[in-house]
């Protein structure tokens, strides 16, 4: 079964860093993008940031362009998501998810940081930025 377990979130002031971490089990990440997604309260959800199978490309949300970063160590079977300069606005519950490279939509949907796109959702890290 294919699982995502993300860890890293936290309590930080503004202006602080965080790194969020989304460890596969049960396949191995090398055949999947995978996408960073936040859901704050009362709010939709909205795509952050994704990243391709092989790390060529990587997207990311206007609001978080030049302060976030996506990486992956597939070794590792991990996607990293390094938050710096955190707002209070980026206050949510960050999850990620996957979609094979194998879905002719893959791209597209990675791209698009579409969340209908992507599947195996982990069960999220909390995120809270405030003084």
């Known amino acids: 079964q294919l699982q995502l377990v993300e860890s890293g979130g936290g309590l930080v002031q503004p202006g602080g860093s965080l790194r969020l971490s989304c460890t596969a089990s049960g396949f191995t990440l090398d055949n999947y993008a995978i996408g960073w997604f936040r859901q704050a309260p009362g709010k939709e959800r909205e795509g952050v940031s994704c990243?391709?199978?092989?790390?060529?490309?990587?997207y990311y949300a206007d609001s978080v362009k030049g302060r976030f970063t996506v990486s992956r160590d597939n070794a590792k079977n991990t996607v990293y998501l390094q938050m710096n300069s955190l707002k209070p606005e980026d206050t949510a519950v960050y999850y990620c998810?996957?979609?094979?490279?194998?879905?002719?939509?893959?791209?597209?949907?990675?791209?698009?940081?579409?969340?209908?796109?992507?599947?195996?959702w982990g069960q999220g890290t909390r995120v809270t930025v405030s003084s």
């Open positions: 998810a996957a979609v094979d490279r194998r879905n002719i939509w893959y791209r597209g949907h990675c791209a698009a940081l579409a969340g209908g796109g992507f599947g195996s």
């Open positions: 990243i391709t199978s092989s790390a060529g490309n990587t």
